[in-house]
């Protein structure tokens, strides 16, 4: 089990997706950011999905960083003083049907102008039947390479959505210029086999793990990190909330009646609740909480191509 005393101490984290721009959140970012900061998270992505987003993202990643934290008196001057907030924008597979041409052409430019940490999320996504329509999937495809080539134009990371598509896409990416090696990138929140796992981390992606590593019952998702570990080590992981979704299961409060007036905000994911997915991970992998979170900060860094000092709290 997870101690107290673990849960007392702070750990220096990254939190590499999250959809902290949501307008679930916009009643109380600023908390939530400050209690983030409070519980080790130092870095925080905002993931892009749809092209009528874009512009919020970068206005949501500005305010953050404009935030003079609370406790900015107390925090020692050496180490970062607020959580710095990155964007990164793409078309994710899901919402497919909503994307056009021109949404592709003017992310293009906008990636021009205005660098962004990464590219995504991207990928292919066959969760639901009409996904699997040839033509939804086609374009799924078109899109999915076409944000490769402006991820290698840009020599920039990608953040990959892959679900119920896992050979496709490593199919795609294998024949792409592609180099995860050289440019990063993560499979975020993976949700493949073990052989699919391996195969993304020798392609030299991280496999990005979720809160819904805490779940005992996620017997699947665990072999998997547990055999991609067991064959790399913990060099190919980093960890992030995917938030407002995958709440981590010591978060959940158990809601049988359903009587909440305000469900999807009651039962949202924040930032803050990061270390209880290093701590389940710790467990799993019997790798100490110390030495994991310091390997997940390298690992994000490389990942994003960024060179962020590691400064235990
Ligand atoms: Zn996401």
């Not at 064959?231 to 010591?250: K, R």
């Amino acid at each position: 089990m997870i101690s107290k005393q673990t849960l007392l101490k702070t750990y220096p984290l990254i939190d590499t997706h999250t959809h902290f721009d949501a307008p679930v959140f916009d009643s109380d970012r600023e908390l939530l950011v400050q209690q983030a900061y409070e519980c080790g998270v130092r870095h925080l992505l905002l993931v892009g999905y749809s092209h009528q987003y874009f512009e919020r993202m970068y206005k949501t990643e500005q305010l953050l960083n404009k935030l003079v934290p609370l406790t900015a008196k107390d925090v020692d001057s050496a180490n970062l003083s607020q959580i710095e907030t990155h964007t990164a924008i793409g078309l994710h597979p899901f919402y497919i049907k909503e994307h056009s041409e021109d949404h592709l052409k003017n992310m293009a430019h906008m990636i021009a102008e205005q660098r962004p940490i990464a590219i995504g999320e991207i990928g292919l996504d066959t969760f639901t039947e009409s996904m699997r329509e040839p033509e939804v999937f086609d374009k799924q495809k078109r899109f999915f390479k076409a944000q490769l080539d402006i991820a290698v134009l840009h020599k920039l990371p990608v953040m990959l959505h892959i679900r119920k598509a896992h050979a496709e896409a490593l199919a795609i990416l294998k024949a792409h210029d592609y180099d995860a090696h050289q440019l990063g990138g993560i499979a975020h929140s993976f949700s493949g086999g073990e052989q699919e796992a391996k195969a993304f981390v020798r392609l030299g992606f991280k496999l990005g793990v979720t809160g819904q590593i805490t779940n005992p019952n996620a017997k699947k998702l665990r072999r998997a990190i547990h055999a991609a570990v067991e064959t790399y080590g913990i060099e190919c992981l980093v960890i992030e909330t995917d938030c407002p979704d995958m709440t981590p299961i010591q978060c959940q409060v158990s809601d049988n009646n359903n009587s909440w007036p305000d469900k999807q905000s009651h039962d949202r994911n924040v930032p803050a609740n990061l270390p209880w997915v290093l701590l389940s991970l710790s467990e799993l992998l019997n790798v100490s909480p110390d030495r994991l979170a310091e390997q997940l900060w390298h690992n994000s860094c490389k990942a994003l191509q960024k060179t962020w000092d590691y400064s235990p709290v």
